[in-house]
């Protein structure tokens, strides 16, 4: 199914949540609202869900395949909505909770109780979750019970499906799991779905495309690659991952960096060039150009080591080298280094906060 | 509750002379009241309704008027609980999901029963529809007589033991919170199902609660119902003011036989009092598990 929005506002007396939202998801396609808290990404699920309704202005329009579904209540939308603490019927077991969408259909569409149970454990295979049926909700874990939340949503054949936080109340690797198994049970249904987040690893690994909102606005909108590459803004580029902001110059395709933002800058000249950690290159010898720093402290990033340096004029950096990398240089605390940008990114001026311009 | 536990274990150990002397205050007055201001005269009421011996225990609550007595209290009851019930549970909904104008108002009405004094309570439906009331001409124009008899006492019944549900739903359905409703909803799930199915089995326990609560209150009420009945003996006098009756004419033995029927009315609903809460406790405990983060 399809879904659009058009011109979408939503007013809690003063504050705009939804600020003019115009959004089209695509038949079959995993969305993600990515955005900080506050960013509107909840509240717009929750426009679509029919929990919340959108202020009524000329020109505004939410479009299920066409049709416009903004004054139908939420029973009528035939959606899953899965919330972010599972909100499962903590007095029914899990088959009670799945079947639950079935039983409360009006008498003429309701499957006999034969079919019910059948769907059920057909859904409980599907989670993993076969011979569950009997237990209630307390007697499971977080992410079962998310899968369960899962499954009664399924259990209805909505048209599409919204998850709201779904894995934000799990520990990360239960969360690293669930975000795979998600990603194929999508695969295998291909129904429409849209997963609402702040983690933005969740966003660029599960979803085809990446909706980022921030203060009730879409800010950009693309493939995982699209926004993480080639973001609009510094605060996309902030939002997806940590960033260096330097002073330099752009030589062509090679970045020059200067020094730190704030620091005196004396030629028109410069720009501030924003760096990811993994595309700072840190070297021992200063080559033609390399940015002198010390070492502060070097962190463990997981896969990778995480060097704090200190540039000269007082500004602090992020690199992130490889173990392999790291070990060959055997940097050390308190050490001078070199910095290098493999790549950097230039925004316009008017993508840019007053504090970023020059 | 093991936090608590714990931290009386650790004041135990480190406890000064001090210490041990408060608390010995603490824990002798708190003795002494409990057995001299309570424990002392509920066993009294039994002794003094057996004095004289079972026959004369028994003839006393056959008497015709004792019977009436009971029959009446039983139909009070009867009457105000359900309508109590069904009004603390519709209140208890309208305050904690939904938003309207004058919500905070209608919440401290609702406790108005508790701050103001039964008598008071008693004396409003007078002057409603006594004979010089307000509504009094209009009511005895119908042909009803409210005061004086028991539809006045049922009024009065039921205006006192009013919060006593709401009082005990609003918050907990504040605590649980309205997830569990909006799931049903969206798995399609009309209103009415939602409330029957969803909600109603959350609160279950705070209800019976809450319902023992009223039924407690609605047997023993003494001062409204004793300014709307009349004392008509026989016909408008339930269980306490029939104690008070046989009390003034020093019918001490029936007085006493009576009143052992209340304090065993009463000691029950403290037992299923006791034995709610305690599954209430129990189940905010499994609710609480199933919270993230806890």
């Not at chain 1, 416009?68 to 972010?84: L, M």
């Not at chain 1, 392999?324 to 940097?331: A, T």
């Amino acid at each position: 199914m399809t879904i659009e929005l058009r011109q979408i506002h939503k007013h809690y007396q003063q504050f705009a949540a939804l600020d003019g939202i115009d959004l089209k998801i695509r038949d079959g396609q995993l969305t993600a609202l990515l955005g900080p808290s506050g960013s509107g990404k909840t509240t717009l699920l929750r426009v679509i869900a029919g929990l919340e309704f959108p202020d009524s202005n000329p020109g505004s329009a939410l479009l299920f395949d066409g049709r416009d579904v903004a004054a139908s209540e939420s029973a009528k939308r035939q959606i899953g909505f899965v919330f972010q603490h599972y909100a499962l019927f903590k007095h029914m077991t899990v088959a009670d909770n799945i079947a639950f969408g079935l039983r409360v259909k009006p008498r003429r569409e309701r499957p006999s109780e034969g079919q019910i149970k059948s769907r059920v454990d057909e859904l409980l295979s599907l989670i993993q979750l076969a011979g569950f049926g009997n237990r209630y909700p307390s007697q499971l874990s977080g992410g079962q019970r998310q899968r369960v939340a899962l499954a009664r949503a399924l259990a209805v054949t909505p048209r599409f499906l919204l998850l709201d936080e779904p894995f934000g109340a799990l520990d990360a690797k239960v969360r690293q799991g669930l975000r795979t198994w998600l990603r194929q049970l999508h695969e295998e249904l291909q129904m429409t779905t849209i997963l609402v987040t702040h983690d933005q690893e969740e966003a660029l690994e599960v979803a085809d495309t990446v909706v980022i909102m921030n203060r009730g606005r879409i800010v950009q909108e693309g493939t995982p690659e699209e926004v993480f590459h080639r973001p609009v803004n510094h605060f996309v580029m902030d939002f997806l991952g940590r960033v260096n902001v330097f002073r330099g110059r752009m030589d062509g395709d090679q970045a020059q960096l200067l020094g730190n933002l704030e620091a005196p800058k004396p030629s028109h000249e410069q720009i501030p060039l924003f760096v990811r950690p993994h595309d700072l290159e840190v070297d021992r010898q200063p080559g033609d150009s390399g940015l002198p720093a010390t070492i502060q402290r070097i962190g463990q990033g997981g896969n990778f080591a995480r060097i704090y340096v200190e540039l000269p004029d007082g500004g602090q950096a992020t690199a992130e080298l490889p173990w392999s990398r790291f070990h060959e240089l055997g940097l050390q605390r308190g050490e001078r280094v070199y910095l290098r940008a493999r790549a950097a990114q230039v925004f316009s001026p008017d993508a840019l906060p007053a504090d970023y311009q020059i | 509750m093991n936090q608590e536990g714990t931290g009386e274990l650790a004041m135990n150990r480190h406890r000064s002379w001090q210490d041990r002397m408060t608390s010995g205050i603490a824990i002798a007055m708190t003795m002494a009241i409990v057995i001299g201001l309570l424990a002392i005269p509920v066993a009294s009421i039994f002794f003094e309704a057996f004095r004289e011996g079972w026959t004369v225990f028994a003839r006393s609550l056959v008497d015709p008027a004792a019977i009436s007595a009971i029959q009446l209290t039983l139909l009070v009851v009867a009457i105000a609980v359900p309508l109590n019930t069904i009004f603390g549970v519709a209140a208890a909904v309208a305050l904690t999901r939904y938003e309207f104008r004058g919500k905070t108002i209608l919440g401290s009405i609702i406790d108005l029963p508790f701050a103001v004094s039964p008598v008071i309570s008693g004396l409003i439906f007078v002057l409603l529809f006594g004979s010089q009331g307000w509504l009094g001409p209009i009511v005895g124009k119908l042909g009803f007589q409210i005061i004086f008899a028991i539809p006045g006492i049922v009024l009065a019944t039921i205006f006192v033991t009013v919060p006593f549900v709401a009082r005990e739903l609003i918050p907990l359905m504040q605590e649980q919170g309205s997830e569990e409703e909006l799931a049903a909803i969206s798995l399609g799930a009309t209103g009415w199902q939602t409330f029957w199915r969803i909600t109603l089995p959350k609160i279950r326990w705070g209800l019976f609660y809450g319902v023992a609560l009223c039924t407690a209150r609605a047997l023993g009420e003494f001062g409204a119902v004793s300014v709307v009945s009349g004392h008509i003996r026989g016909k408008t006098t339930t269980m306490p003011l029939h104690v008070e009756i046989l009390y003034n004419e020093y019918n001490i033995p029936a007085a006493f036989a009576m009143a052992s029927l209340l304090a065993v009315a009463g000691l029950a609903s403290l037992v299923v009092k006791e034995f709610l809460h305690h599954r209430m406790m129990r189940q905010r405990q499994q609710d609480a598990i199933q919270l993230p983060g806890s």
